[in-house]
């Protein structure tokens, strides 16, 4: 589905047809772009190895630092201008590294060299810094899981980095955002509430079912980790904090 049919699905889902709309089209494609992104992020992001924006990094000689799309939710695997894998490490860690014959712990930014070892996450936002520090230009190459890149601004585009059986769904999480809109003929919290859950429900079935495609295959046609499957267990009360990030399990019945 484009983003025009899912608009209009929005549209028919909620009665908001006729002219002057209820929601307006602004409205509405902000809260496309929210679920769209939303269903990605629980997922943990679009994996991909060859989006120029997110997974080439350029850099010049004497560069201490480099910048990281924003998009990028988290660097999987690095490699450096010679293809070689590195290391991609938190500010706090401080690994143990072979200098002049010693071993040493690392202390970064504190020598020069041709090639890249270390990416170093966490000292900037979207930066990383560099060890050592290049004495020549190139490009790091990145392995990253991230948020969609395109914003959807127009009735007729598709959504690319979500599976097309995915893209119904997004409807609950636009309905969950239009239902809390401060507006007397819109607000309605109990319909906000419903949707929201029957999203978060489904959002936790595409991770169950991401998180098995990982696992390796096996004879039987259910493992000990499907009994995990949301389709399969009683439902339950579910909120989506939007401060926190995370989601909190009341542990009931609906």
């Known amino acids: 589905m484009n983003s025009g049919e899912l608009i209009s699905l929005f549209r028919n889902e909620t009665m908001d047809t006729e002219r002057p709309y209820l929601w307006s089209d602004e409205e509405v494609m902000v809260y496309l772009n929210d679920a769209y992104s939303m269903l990605v992020r629980f997922v943990g992001g679009v994996p991909d190895s060859i989006t120029p924006e997110c997974c080439e990094v350029a850099y010049s000689?004497?560069?201490k630092n480099v910048d990281i799309d924003p998009a990028v939710l988290r660097i999987v695997r690095a490699f450096n201008n010679?293809?070689?894998?590195?290391s991609v490490i938190e500010n706090t860690d401080a690994p143990l590294v072979r200098s002049a014959g010693k071993v040493t712990l690392l202390k970064v930014g504190s020598e020069t060299g041709e090639n890249i070892n270390f990416m170093v996450l966490g000292a900037d936002q979207?930066?990383?810094n560099l060890h050592p520090i290049p004495?020549?230009?190139g490009t790091l190459r990145l392995q990253v899981r991230r948020l969609p890149i395109t914003e959807i601004t127009?009735?007729?585009q598709e959504l690319t980095d979500?599976?097309?059986?995915h893209h119904f769904h997004l409807v609950k999480w636009m309905k969950a955002l239009a239902y809390k809109k401060q507006d007397a003929e819109t607000f309605d919290m109990d319909k906000a509430m419903v949707n929201e859950q029957l999203f978060l429900k489904y959002a936790d079935q595409y991770v169950f079912e991401v998180s098995r495609l990982r696992r390796k295959s096996n004879n039987s046609l259910r493992s000990d980790q499907d009994s995990k499957n949301?389709?399969?267990?009683t439902e339950r009360s579910r909120t989506y904090d939007r401060q926190s990030g995370g989601n909190s399990n009341n542990g009931g019945q609906q």
Request: charged share 15%; net charge negative; aromatic share 0%.
């Open 162 to 165: 979500l599976p097309v059986i």
């Open 230 to 233: 949301p389709m399969l267990q």
């Open 126 to 128: 979207m930066k990383a």
């Open 82 to 86: 010679a293809g070689v894998e590195i």
């Open 61 to 63: 000689s004497g560069d």
């Open 154 to 156: 127009t009735d007729a």
């Open 135 to 137: 004495t020549s230009s």
